[in-house]
C-alpha cells in the first residue's frame, strides 16, 4: 500500500512538472507563467510607455556643508535702554574740600549716603613749610667757619634769621612739602653733609575731598539736597589732573 503511494506521488510530481514546462501543449490548457508574456502581446502602443528614475540626491559641496553644520552665532541683544541712559547720565563729582574737624564731623553722612557707591576721600597737604636745617652751633663764628666750608664744596647755605630757637644756624632750603625737604636732605647726606636735618616751620594743612567716579543723576539730586548737613558744601564735576589733559 505505501509503495502505491510512493508511485502516484512520483507520478502526479512528474505530471506537473511536463505541464508547466509546457510538454502537454495542445492536450491541456496552457500552464501560467510567471512572465505572463501573454499580456506585453495585448499592449496597446507600448511605445508611449516611458520609465524614468528618479534623479539622485546630489551632494551637498563642502562648503556649503561646512556652512550649513556650523551654528551661526546669536545676534548680541541691545543693552536695555534704562541701563544705557542711566549709565550716560553717570558723572564724576568731588564734594569740599573740608578740614580735617569738618570732615570728621561730615564722614558719617557720607558713609550712610554713599553705601554701595564707589567713593573715596582723598587728602592732601597745602600751606606747610619745612626747612633743612644745620645746626645750632656754639656760636656765631662757628657757624661761619662751616657756612665757608659748605661754599667751598658748591652747596647753598644761608644764615637762620627771626628764629630766635634755631640761631645760630644754618637753612640749606626752604619747601612746601616734607617729601620735597627730605629728598634735599638725603642728596646731602650723599655729598657728606650728614648733620642735616628736616624741621617743620609751618604746619600743612590738611584738606579732603570726597570722589565719587560715577555718580548717577538721582544721586547727584540727592546730594544737592542734603548740601546743609554737609557743611554747605555741594557737588562740583572733578578736577582734571593737568597731565591727564589732551
Known sequence: ?????????????????????GHLHGLVSISPSPREPERLQRQVRPELVQIHTAPQATAPSQPEAASAAEPQ???????????????????????????????????????????????????????????????????????????EELRAAGIRAEELRHSPGLEPGLTLGRFNSRESAERRALALADRGVRAA????????????????????????????????RLQGRRPAPCEVAPDARP
Not at 6 to 17: E, H, I, K, Q, R
Open 197 to 228: 636735618r628736616v624741621l617743620t616751620i609751618t604746619p600743612p594743612a590738611v584738606r579732603v575731598q570726597v570722589r565719587i567716579p560715577a555718580a548717577s543723576a538721582e544721586l547727584q539730586t540727592r546730594l544737592e539736597d542734603l548740601a546743609p
Open 1 to 21: 500500500m505505501l509503495r502505491l503511494l510512493v508511485l502516484v506521488l512520483l507520478l502526479a510530481n512528474l505530471g506537473y512538472y511536463a505541464w508547466t514546462a
Open 73 to 147: 552665532d546669536a545676534p548680541a541683544l541691545p543693552a536695555p535702554a534704562s541701563a544705557a541712559s542711566e549709565a550716560a547720565q553717570s558723572s564724576c563729582l568731588e564734594i569740599g574740600p573740608y578740614t580735617e574737624a569738618e570732615y570728621a564731623a561730615v564722614q558719617t553722612t557720607f558713609s550712610q549716603v554713599l553705601q554701595g557707591v564707589d567713593w573715596s576721600a582723598q587728602r592732601e597737604e597745602h600751606g606747610g613749610v619745612f626747612l633743612v636745617y644745620l645746626g645750632k652751633y656754639p656760636s656765631r663764628e662757628a657757624l661761619l667757619r662751616r657756612q
